[in-house]
């Protein structure tokens, strides 16, 4: 059971992956906050992004999130340098909610649930689970904390983006990122670990006495 859970915590990110995206954001909150400047602050959390890729490479490491981290950073440098409104560095982090939380929510309401698109093949049960009804449900159920989380963040961030508030928004990055982003994975596995796994067509059936 132990061995499923690191499974899943690393389909969905990790703590290495949480580290990597979330630090460069966290850099530019506090620079800008200091400095009200743009350009020195999108500098700041670019260099930290690829200190920790670099520091990934030399450790021999999964460098995969470092990079998909680093690339996030340099759109969201480029989003706020070219327009010169600092909020527009959180303009990418929007947009993606407005993906994600569309993806989740249509795949759920069509009984295909992400998640169990994600990891069914990671946790040994490929797609069998879609013949499994209380399996399937529970993809579904935990399909929903993710619905919950991405258009949560997008209730409460929009409107500072609009107003233009970039340090109320920097926070409420950082507060609606690393701590909602646990709380719904752990969430969802244990959502996931009370229903048992489906039984793949090649799996031999348990025999009774």
């Given at each position: 059971?132990?061995?499923?859970?690191?499974k899943?915590?690393?389909?969905?990110?990790?703590?290495?992956?949480?580290?990597?995206?979330g630090?460069?954001?966290?850099?530019?909150?506090?620079?800008?906050?200091v400095?009200?400047?743009?350009?020195?602050?999108?500098t700041?959390?670019?260099?930290?992004?690829?200190g920790?890729?670099?520091?990934?490479?030399?450790?021999?490491?999964?460098?995969?999130?470092?990079?998909?981290?680093?690339?996030?950073?340099?759109?969201?440098?480029?989003?706020?340098?070219?327009?010169?409104?600092?909020?527009?560095?959180?303009?990418?982090?929007?947009?993606?909610?407005?993906?994600?939380?569309?993806?989740?929510?249509?795949?759920?309401?069509?009984?295909?649930?992400?998640?169990?698109l994600?990891?069914?093949?990671?946790?040994?049960?490929?797609?069998?689970?879609?013949?499994?009804?209380?399996?399937?449900?529970?993809?579904?159920?935990?399909?929903?904390?993710?619905?919950?989380?991405?258009?949560?963040?997008?209730?409460?961030?929009?409107?500072?983006?609009?107003?233009?508030?970039?340090?109320?928004?920097?926070?409420?990055?950082?507060?609606?990122?690393?701590?909602?982003?646990?709380?719904?994975?752990?969430?969802?596995?244990?959502?996931?670990?009370?229903?048992?796994?489906?039984?793949?067509?090649?799996?031999?059936?348990?025999?009774?006495?």
């Amino acid at each position: 059971m132990s061995d499923d859970k690191e499974k899943v915590v690393n389909a969905l990110g990790g703590t290495r992956g949480l580290i990597d995206s979330g630090l460069p954001a966290l850099v530019f909150m506090v620079s800008f906050y200091v400095t009200k400047e743009i350009r020195p602050s999108v500098t700041y959390a670019l260099i930290l992004s690829a200190g920790l890729a670099l520091a990934r490479l030399i450790k021999k490491d999964t460098i995969q999130h470092a990079l998909s981290g680093l690339f996030g950073v340099a759109i969201c440098a480029f989003f706020a340098t070219k327009t010169g409104k600092a909020e527009n560095f959180y303009l990418p982090g929007l947009i993606i909610n407005v993906v994600y939380g569309t993806l989740y929510l249509f795949l759920n309401l069509i009984k295909l649930p992400i998640l169990g698109l994600i990891l069914g093949p990671i946790l040994g049960e490929n797609l069998a689970w879609r013949k499994d009804p209380i399996r399937r449900a529970a993809y579904i159920k935990a399909g929903w904390l993710w619905v919950g989380l991405f258009f949560g963040r997008l209730a409460v961030q929009y409107p500072l983006y609009r107003a233009g508030n970039v340090d109320l928004l920097g926070i409420a990055r950082i507060v609606m990122g690393y701590p909602l982003f646990i709380a719904v994975a752990w969430g969802s596995w244990l959502i996931i670990r009370n229903v048992p796994k489906a039984r793949t067509e090649t799996e031999p059936e348990t025999e009774t006495a």
